[in-house]
């Protein structure tokens, strides 16, 4: 009897397997097709205006071509926000880094960041309910149940604690595991996607570190374990503010933390230029010095993970996606600025980009071809003095990185430690050149490495000395 009963349940755990994989092979083919049918509905568009473009002239026909573009970029925006998960994180980079997009195109695309259609207050409740074993009107004095923001994984409801705390709210969309993991299981579109862009890269190891930071961002318990080190480390801080993590209300699906207002990204247009300078200079010191001291990089850095408050105050949200590195991964990264922007030894710094698998050894290049490419990199720091960076420099960085035609193409590729990395590149600098930031960003950088500690060279600078020299160890912070 005993092996009966043992024998049914084995049966039903393999029958169980099988649906489930069935389930998530017809959700792959799904959101394949999705995507697909998306891509042919603009060619068709296109293909349909043919004649009215060829017939046009001169300003006519560059607004038809604006026309078509807005009405593409409206149904990239409403498909993939309604499709979520990996695909709309495409989206979403797409409507910050792409150079060649019009204003129009970008707001629209813009959508994406932090206003996407949210799901069913119902199923929200539902899901607080599994998580913290009570619906929201119970676990919550106050619940809103509308979002106040929904994005690729998520949406944040604001709420009222027991004991009369103000916070944001963050629930998984229900089935989004699933969805995400038909996105990663669709290697052919994903290796089809990478080859086009990335040739030359180890394309399996991308989509092996693509497919871990993906995953681990799926664990709110993992994002709280990120948010609490940035908020522990920052704590203090004269204008970087990580809002601090409720333990007791923060589980596997649902993120609790302090709840902040300020505005958001595309506000900032209206901003004196000073207050955009200060901004900028803020999400500089963030970036970086996170990555040199914490050994950590905010992998998400879109638009709508800031709020801004003026007076170069900024609070970072969505700590989902984090790399940490270890002091050896690092290592390669510091001799490489050094060696290029304070010793100006070209050939210390091959040697470094070598040493990290950036470039193949002893390629048949030189070392002038390789500095000259690579100085694009690099340039807000190579030489002191004030620098603005423009949205034609951010272009510039982006066309380098997708270079082919560079005869250090083929001797390049991005190591799987460095892959979320390259978003410092691809997105910080696409987000000051719409800013259109100014600063000495050497000066500030000199602040920052490790191997110059330089001293404050801004008024923020001066304010961060202070707090640096009565803040915790990053030890501390990640106990």
């Known amino acids: 009897m005993k092996k009966a009963v043992a024998g ?3 049966g039903a755990a393999i029958a169980a397997g099988i649906l489930a994989r ?15 049918q998306l891509v042919v ?20 026909r560059q607004q038809l071509r604006n026309d078509l573009a807005l009405q593409t970029a409206e149904d990239v925006a409403a498909t993939l926000g309604a499709m979520k998960g990996v695909l709309m994180k495409i989206g979403q980079m797409a409507s910050y880094v792409d150079d060649g997009l019009s204003p129009g195109v970008r707001r629209t695309l813009s959508r994406l960041q932090d206003s996407v259609p949210p799901m069913s207050s119902e199923l929200a409740a539902a899901v607080v309910e599994e998580e913290l ?20 994984i998520g949406q944040v409801h604001r709420a009222i604690t027991r004991d009369g705390q103000a916070v944001a709210v963050k629930v ?13 299981d669709n290697v052919a579109l994903l290796r089809r996607m990478l080859r086009m862009t990335a040739p030359n890269q180890d394309v399996e190891a991308l989509i092996a570190e693509l497919r871990e930071r993906v995953l681990e961002e799926l664990d709110y318990r993992q994002e709280a374990r990120n948010q609490r080190l940035m ?25 609790t933390s302090e709840l902040s207002d300020g505005a958001r990204f595309h506000e900032l247009a209206d901003w004196s230029q000073a207050e955009r300078d200060l901004a900028a200079e803020t999400i500089y010191r963030f970036v970086f010095r996170s990555l040199y001291e914490i050994r950590a990089f905010n992998g998400d850095p879109h638009p709508g993970n800031y709020l801004f408050h ?11 996606l984090v790399k940490h590195f270890t002091n050896l991964e690092l290592q390669p990264l510091v001799h490489m600025v050094r060696h290029l922007c304070v010793e100006n030894d070209p050939e210390a710094f091959r040697t470094s980009m070598e040493d990290a698998g950036f470039l193949v050894r002893d390629a048949p290049l030189s070392t002038e071809t390789i500095v000259e490419h690579m100085a694009v990199f690099y340039e807000t720091v190579r030489r002191p003095g004030t620098l603005t960076i423009t949205e034609e420099y951010a272009s510039a960085v982006v066309r380098r990185f997708f270079d082919l035609r560079s005869p250090i193409a083929a001797y390049a590729s991005i190591p799987r430690s460095y892959v979320i990395l390259q978003r410092i590149n691809l997105g910080m600098f696409a987000l000051l050149g719409q800013l ?7 000066a500030i950088a000199e602040e920052i490495w490790p191997f110059v500690l330089g001293p404050p060279s801004t008024p923020m600078g001066h304010a961060e000395a202070e707090w640096l020299a009565n803040r915790p160890t990053v030890a501390e912070c990640r106990t």
């Open 8 to 10: 049914a349940a084995i």
């Open 22 to 36: 069935r389930r998530l092979g017809d959700l792959r083919i799904k959101r394949g097709l999705a995507a697909v």
């Open 41 to 60: 509905r603009g060619g068709m568009r296109y293909a349909g205006s043919a004649p009215r473009l060829f017939a046009a002239a001169g300003e006519n």
């Open 133 to 152: 074993g009570m619906p929201p009107e119970r676990a919550f004095a106050r619940w809103d149940p509308d979002p106040i923001a929904a994005a690729s």
């Open 172 to 184: 998984q969309y229900p089935g989004i595991a699933e969805t995400i993991a038909a996105d990663l």
């Open 231 to 255: 908020a522990a480390y920052y704590d203090g801080h004269p204008t970087i503010h990580v809002p601090r993590i409720i333990d007791e209300l923060s589980t596997r699906r649902v993120v």
């Open 310 to 320: 003026g007076g170069g105050r900024v609070t970072f949200l969505d700590f989902g």
């Open 436 to 442: 259109h930031a100014t600063a000495d960003w050497r």
